[in-house]
């Protein structure tokens, strides 16, 4: 019966109108897989021989020291990017095979992601390093890898428990970060005592089948969730709420465009998958702390980072036009809707999150001067022309949205890639990191600053032209748009 139902999603893809999309989407995610499995193969050669050599330390002390971050990141990780299988097998249910049994399909699919077994890329180099260059027990380190792989799937099955509680997560991260930095500055040492507790799955017998219970606990919890709401029509339920009127009085003196301004506020204040994609675009901001890692510490790369820092809110929300609005968009475009008036509203609400951004992130002059000029040129360039490319991007985005669907909802997910959207990218990310970095060389960070900023103030000196040309095209995917909306 598995076997029949992974046939079924095979010919699924096959014959899926985005074909082309969902292909080239599967055939990135294949370039993915390799690129971090080669980095998860190639970690633990680094780890061992760093430690042995550079540290004079015992690489599995120093494993066990710092593994409690990496298992709080992990599950963040898995919040913002695992999702629930479970969009192309809920049609099942309308034919004669039990729940159960696709359930357990699904939870089989869950079992077999790469988010889990990829770590065993690292897991089985570095125990194989531990016995035969470092004469450790072979019994101890099976025993010790073992306790370490259950706490990858104790984190598989607790995402699932956590889905839509954005702010449990976000609560985690903020406190682990928070002992991270106190442990940067000497204050407390959380460090110490990941290392006691991840050290004893190899020192003490019988240790490791700690984590193996918590996870298999997990999974059933998990299993007994997932059962409880796979239902064709789970997430269509109406909820009984008091009904609210909300205008903002001000926005009502722009016309037609201060009207989309106020149902745009209204999606992001009560619609699920838009506080999804808020929250998500916060956490962008925090993507600039990869500035103290090696790869990221030179001009080319800060750039890429300023752009996601103050660009956050725009990659989540302007290149999802106009899927926000697919529920109804059909109707809108029976309604005369000025198109122009439309997509000014949207880039309007674009323009106000990326100067937000740009604001907050003034955090990093606690880090330095130079990197949050850096975030802030790339503000600018986002500003005068990001905000445009990504508008235009979403014109070629056929991909619906379920408005009320959490950010891993039970209804599934899918993706957005478009040929098109991708060679937008050039524009929007090698160019100004090339024009950054080649001006800072020759020339220093202010003129470098100042490039960026002259495209910026280009942009939206040229801002009626540009979106003429983006109202066009927007005019001509009209109906290729309509009729991929239609077919869900």
Known sequence: MYWRLLQLEFKNFIRNPQFGANLGMKILMFFG????SAIFVALPFLLYFFAKKKMDADPLMLFCKFFIYYWVFDLLVRYF????????????LTLGITKKKLVNYTVLKILVNFFNWGNL?????????????????VIHVIMFTIGIFAIFYFNNFLNILLNGKSAVVLIVFGVMAAFAALEYYGIIQLSSYSQKIFYSFYEYAGVFLIPVLLAISVAYLAYQEIYKNFYL?????????????????????YGVMGTFINNDIRLLKRSKAAKSALFASVMFLFYGLLTFTKGYDNSFMQVFMGIFVT?????????????WDSSYYPLMMTQNVPYKEYLKGKWSLIIIGIFTSMILASGYLLISWEFYLTVFAAGLYNLGVNSYITLLAGAFNKKPIDLNSKSKSFGGGGNNFNMKTMLLMLPQMVLPMAVFAIVKYFFGIYPAVASLGILGIIGFLLKNKIFDVIVKVYKTEKYSTLEAFKKV
């Open 33 to 36: 897989m390799a690129y971090f």
């Open 81 to 92: 990017l695992q999702q629930m299988p479970t969009q192309n097998i809920k049609p099942f």
């Open 121 to 137: 890329l690292f897991l089985l180099p570095f125990a194989s390093l531990l016995i035969y260059d470092g004469g450790y027990s």
């Open 233 to 253: 029509d789970k997430g269509l339920e109406l909820k009984v709420a008091e009904g609210k009127t909300e205008n903002i009085e001000f926005l009502n003196r």
């Open 311 to 323: 660009g956050g809110f725009m990659l989540m929300f302007g290149q999802r036009v106009p899927s």
